[in-house]
């Protein structure tokens, strides 16, 4: 099943995901609850082709710009112990393929963390397109998936009582895009 861009309203051509109004999330679990964290520097684009199944995208996130509310704990998430960011100071996602499977939106690509590349499936929900006060054409996605950040070489933890550790393995990922036509 192919979908055309003129058919959701979209211009074929780049549109620049705009960090102002856009955010990258995670969530791990921490103990016996979740931690709730974000990356505020990020570069990307999204080349819109006339079949969407045709296009890609393209994202930079500056692993040295996560914040989780707590200042100790972004260092030691900077450290060698975990993102390594003196020497892997990004992470990238590169775009493998578009489809739809069960009605749903899916985005095949490949994550680059501390040079280890894995691929990720993220289901990426449209949410429309409008003209923004500036001048500007603005489309909005939801994209979600998950990662094992032990596939990516993160094997930093704390064994607790029992069978328990500090951090679990698998981290969600959730992304609100703003893209603007370029």
């Known amino acids: ?19 102002a109004h856009s955010e990258v999330t995670f ?15 990020f570069t990307g684009a999204i080349e819109v082709a006339d079949d969407v199944l045709a296009s890609t995208a393209t994202a930079e996130i500056s692993l040295a ?3 989780t509310r707590n200042a100790d704990r972004d260092g030691h998430v900077r450290s060698a112990d975990i993102l ?6 990004t992470m990238k996602f590169e775009t493998k393929g578009v489809r739809i499977e069960g009605g749903k939106n899916q985005v095949d690509g490949e994550l680059t963390i501390k040079n280890i590349s894995r ?23 939801t994209a979600t998936g998950s990662i094992s950040r032990k596939e990516y070489g993160i094997e930093f933890n704390v064994p607790l ?3 328990k550790a500090l951090l679990g393995d698998k981290v969600d990922v959730q992304l609100e895009i703003q893209a603007v036509r370029a």
Request: charged share 20%; hydrophobic share 35%.
């Open 65 to 67: 710009s996560i914040d």
């Open 119 to 141: 691929p990720v499936t993220l289901e990426v929900e449209f949410n429309g397109i409008g003209e923004d006060p500036w001048g500007g054409t603005r489309a909005g996605f």
């Open 27 to 41: 969530t791990i679990r921490h103990l016996m609850s979740k931690v709730r964290g974000s990356f505020t520097e």
């Open 84 to 89: 390594d960011v003196e020497n892997h100071p």
């Open 161 to 163: 009582a029992g069978d």
């Open 1 to 19: 099943m192919s979908v055309t861009a003129a058919e959701l309203g979209l211009t074929a051509g780049t549109w620049n995901i705009d960090p």
